[in-house]
């Protein structure tokens, strides 16, 4: 939010804001801020409706594909943030493009994406743990039109390949010695992702080994054994 600079009454604009908890955090500290979520899920649209139904100002929850023009006019906004969408387009530098179009002269951008193949999880023998963390970065499921478990890394890169002026790039590291809270989601992602994929009768393990990987994670949890780390990469930008 500090990096996002939103005036007190602005605009901002979350570009796959799914169930809106950058937007709620955004009402939370600018009661007069208009928010604008987009998001081509309209059961996450509904939670994030019902989250920000309190919000005094403008609220706009609005289903749209990314991967196409935002329906926003030219210089219209005064702040963008999006957190782990771009792995899901095929071109994410069409999406910045649009950015830098719907953002006002000295408008911020705020991009962040976890690495998913720099995912640290300690708990599984060593062998399985690599198997399942690449299968992890690499699995496509059907809901995403396209996935780069890289795109983290690769984040400051494209932001500086955009029209956009990159001015900040900096590491959150969530990490946890407990199977509990965001590691415990991220492990149950993992989990559900990969024996959806090997129901399909795709990726690179077996139902077995990922059952096998999440037992050892549990044992290695209950001995008190157990370590997570995710890396977000977060970068800021602006508009000339
Ligand atoms: C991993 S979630 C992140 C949600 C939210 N930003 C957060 O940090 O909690 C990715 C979101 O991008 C949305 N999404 C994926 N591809 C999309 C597309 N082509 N157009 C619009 N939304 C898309 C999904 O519906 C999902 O809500």
Same mark, same amino acid.
């Not at 796959?16 to 169930?19: A, H, I, L, V």
């Not at 009768?201 to 393990?205: H, M």
């Given at each position: 939010m500090d990096l996002a600079d939103?005036?007190?009454q602005g605009r901002v604009v979350d570009l $796959?804001?799914?169930?809106g908890p950058a937007l709620a955090a955004f009402a939370a500290r600018f009661p007069q801020a208009h928010l604008t979520g987009f998001d081509k899920s309209q059961e996450a649209l509904e939670t994030a409706r019902e989250r920000l139904r309190a919000h005094p100002a403008a609220v706009e929850l609005t289903s749209v594909d990314?991967? +196409?023009?935002?329906p926003l006019p030219d210089g219209s906004v005064d702040a963008v943030i999006s957190s782990?969408?771009? +792995?899901?387009?095929?071109?994410?530098a069409q999406l910045l493009n649009e950015v830098w179009r719907v953002l006002r002269p000295g408008g911020r951008a705020v991009l962040s994406h976890s690495d998913f193949d720099a995912l640290v999880i300690s708990g599984a023998p060593v062998g399985l743990d690599r198997k399942v963390g690449h299968a992890f970065a690499d699995d496509s499921p059907p809901w995403m039109d396209s996935s780069d478990g890289r795109i983290g890394r690769k984040l400051p890169g494209l932001v500086q390949a955009s029209s956009l002026a990159r001015t900040h790039v900096e590491t959150l590291v969530t990490s946890s010695?407990?199977?509990?809270?965001h590691a415990a989601r991220r492990v149950g992602d993992i989990h559900g992702a990969l024996r959806s994929t090997a129901m399909r $009768?795709? $990726?690179?393990?077996g139902l077995e080994e990922i059952d096998e990987w999440y037992s050892a994670l549990q044992q290695a949890a209950d001995a008190g054994l157990f370590f997570f780390a995710e890396t977000a990469v977060v970068v800021a930008a602006h508009r000339i």
């Open positions: 939103l005036p007190a $796959g804001c799914g169930t990314l991967r +196409e023009k935002l782990n969408l771009l +792995e899901c387009l095929p071109d994410p010695t407990e199977l509990s809270g $009768g795709n $990726g690179s393990v």
